[in-house]
């Protein structure tokens, strides 16, 4: 069996919590299930929400905040946890059964009690969905509360390191300088 697994990860394997690419987005694969999609083997509309939760939660993890720890709070900070205030998204394409997804995230803005966060999802780079959701810290009685110093900071740096990535201009095909862009 050594011979099939690897005992430890290579460099090249993803983790299961997807990684953050060197623009400070953070990617995260989705395989589709029969679960995640209707009787024509196409993911339900509903489950494009459920992708996108998974890569909010695991980008956090990754920064190093974990939903239950942060909800139990510590004797500097109170238990919080974050709801979805709003949310738009739009369906370009469908994606079916088996298909592997990409899920990238970027901070689109930063409040006192909230973060907002632009999230598109891809097959072979192709834009499947594009949504845009605005997350409210709450306490455990549901109020809205400001976020932790800690979230704050470490989101802000990644705001920037986006920011700074996707601010860079560039000369276009015909010498003008364009705004580089995802989608």
Known sequence: M????????????PSLSGWFAPDGTHRFPVRVYYEDTDAGGIVYHANYLRFAERARSEMLSLLGFRQTAMAAGDADTPGVSFAVRRTTIDFAAPARLEDTLEVETRIADIGGAS???????????????????????????GRAVRLPGAVRAAIERLRRTQHDSFDTVQPGPDGANTQQSRD
Do not use: H
């Open 2 to 13: 050594s011979d099939v697994l690897p005992s430890t990860p290579s460099p090249a394997t």
């Open 115 to 141: 973060f907002a966060v632009a999230q598109s999802i891809r097959r072979n780079e192709r834009l499947l969905v594009r949504a845009e959701l605005q997350l409210v810290t709450i306490n455990a009685a």
